[in-house]
T-cell receptor
Framework: KQEVTQIPAALSVPEGENLVLNCSFTDSAIYNLQWFRQDPGKGLTSLLLIQSSQREQTSGRLNASLDKSSGRSTLYIAASQPGDSATYLC??????????FGAGTQVVVTP | EAGVTQFPSHSVIEKGQTVTLRCDPISGHDNLYWYRRVMGKEIKFLLHFVKESKQDESGMPNNRFLAERTGGTYSTLKVQPAELEDSGVYFC?????????????FGPGTRLTVL
């Protein structure tokens, strides 16, 4: 049974620092992994999708890596800004259809 | 291009009443999913439609929940009768036909409160 874990549950950094968010999963047989951002009271915004055959994916200040064999993904956000404050969720797809989510990491970037 | 839309954004009902949630996926997306987050827990999968057919409903909690997708377009999720533990945020998502390789795009969610 696939389990997805995100550590830490909460993170606070000063503006300008790089953010490192971790996601681990127990079953390496995945199709892909998706990172989302959720602002309070809002829906989920897809940030990056990494296919199982890829090692990393980049979009602007965001970079996500995937090490399928060790069951880990890391989301890096360079030069954090207060607008990056949100909850970040990772989700893996290991079967047709369903995404399995971690509990998320709540990020606060202080000015 | 319009994103996934959900209606209503909030619903407050009494225990025992019926509520129907609606989701309109991104135009042209054959795959539609329902998820929910109950207080303090992770977002959990409920079910998956491919066009009008239910592909996987393994996450539906019990027979008080009924999902339909008329003509392969919008979908409704009915809860009848609602119980206190049904309170939470219900999300809808959609993706294109190459389902397993494509991103799922989420709607803003419907916050359901059962009193």
């Amino acid at each position: 049974k696939q389990e997805v874990t995100q550590i830490p549950a909460a993170l606070s950094v000063p503006e300008g620092e790089n953010l490192v968010l971790n996601c681990s999963f127990t079953d390496s047989a995945i199709y892909n992994l998706q990172w989302f951002r959720q602002d309070p009271g809002k829906g989920l915004t897809s940030l990056l999708l990494i296919q199982s055959s890829q090692r990393e994916q980049t979009s602007g200040r965001l970079n996500a890596s995937l090490d399928k064999s060790s069951g880990r993904s890391t989301l890096y956000i360079a030069a954090s800004q207060p607008g990056d404050s949100a909850t970040y969720l990772c989700a893996v797809r290991s079967s047709w259809g369903k995404l399995q989510f971690g509990a998320g990491t709540q990020v606060v970037v202080t000015p | 291009e319009a994103g996934v839309t959900q209606f209503p954004s909030h619903s407050v009902i009494e225990k025992g009443q019926t509520v129907t949630l609606r989701c309109d996926p991104i135009s042209g997306h054959d795959n539609l999913y329902w998820y929910r987050r109950v207080m303090g827990k992770e977002i959990k999968f409920l079910l998956h439609f491919v066009k009008e057919s239910k592909q996987d409903e393994s996450g539906m909690p019990n027979n008080r929940f009924l999902a339909e997708r008329t003509g392969g377009t919008y979908s409704t999720l009915k809860v009848q009768p609602a119980e206190l533990e049904d309170s939470g945020v219900y999300f809808c998502a959609s993706s294109q036909w190459r389902e397993r390789y494509n991103e799922q795009f989420f709607g803003p969610g419907t916050r359901l409160t059962v009193l």
